[in-house]
């Protein structure tokens, strides 16, 4: 069983950055794929980011895709999320999730693990 709590979330300005954390407990999560995804009010879930088991690979969405930075230190258990140039429609409850496999993934059916969500709101 894999525990994920994320932090570092807040309020910024457009044009401002932020960076998240995900730390995982309960079994070590270095032999899979994380990523990170976002929900904003009304919306469904979204992909933001991914990264291969050795950081190897990574991939964003198409609307994150030069501003945000996807990384990992798996001595730490621990999964970020360097989010630059923020503009008001990043703003969501961001989720760090744990894969089944250790290869990259854009769908949130291929993750097993979720954290609770932390908000980020971006102000115009």
């Known amino acids: 069983q894999v525990q994920l709590v994320e932090s570092g979330g807040g309020l910024v300005q457009a044009g401002g950055s932020l960076r998240l954390s995900c730390a995982a407990s309960?079994?070590?999560?270095?032999?899979?794929?994380m990523g990170w995804f976002r929900q904003a009010p009304g919306k469904e879930r979204e992909f933001v980011a991914t990264i291969s088991w050795n950081g190897d690979s990574t991939g964003y969405a198409d609307s994150v895709k030069g501003r945000f930075t996807i990384s990992r230190d798996n001595a730490e258990n621990a999964l970020y999320l360097q989010m630059s140039n923020m503009k008001p429609e990043d703003t969501a409850v961001y989720y760090c999730?744990?894969?089944?496999?250790?290869?990259?993934?854009?769908?949130?059916?291929?993750?097993?693990?979720w954290g609770q969500g932390t908000q980020v709101t971006v102000s115009s």
């Open positions: 999730a744990v894969d089944h496999s250790p290869t990259i993934s854009y769908y949130s059916n291929e993750y097993d693990y």
């Open positions: 309960g079994t070590t999560v270095r032999r899979y794929a």
